[in-house]
Nanobody, 126 residues
Framework: QLQASGGGLVPAGGSLRLSCAVS????????MAWFRQAPGKEREFVTA????????FYGDSVRGRFTISRDNAKNQVHLQMIGLKPEDTAVYYC?????????????????????WGQGTLVTVSS
């Protein structure tokens, strides 16, 4: 089970930190990811991290502004967002999948993930 939290309203240029808590099983062998979906748009890949080797992948629109990290002890993954823009407004979802050494291009797709959290809303005001 995945539980996302930390969403809220923030002005443009501001920062926000999202968290995803994983319960029920160890995350050591997972790939953890964040996706987002803006109103009227398709779900978009944001970032992912392999739990095993800490390798990270970012979407082009967030690279350099967003950072994914993990907390092994707490079984959590975090998304630190800085320099937020109105176009970052969306519901943010965390997702997980057993790491079977998939290539990064596959991990950028929704279909790579079987486990999803409920989503947390991020609103960036202009």
């Amino acid at each position: 089970q995945l539980q996302a939290s930390g969403g809220g309203l923030v002005p443009a240029g501001g920062s926000l930190r999202l968290s995803c808590a994983v319960s029920g099983r160890s995350v050591i062998h997972y790939v953890m990811a964040w996706f987002r979906q803006a109103p009227g748009k398709e779900r978009e890949f944001v970032t992912a991290i392999r739990w095993g080797d800490n390798n990270k992948f970012y979407g082009d629109s967030v690279r350099g502004r967003f950072t994914i990290s993990r907390d092994n002890a707490k079984n959590q993954v975090h998304l630190q967002m800085i320099g937020l823009k109105p176009e970052d407004t969306a519901v943010y979802y965390c997702a997980a999948e057993t790491d079977r050494n998939y290539i990064s291009s596959y991990l950028r797709q929704e279909r790579a993930y079987d486990y999803w959290g409920q989503g947390t809303l991020v609103t960036v005001s202009s």
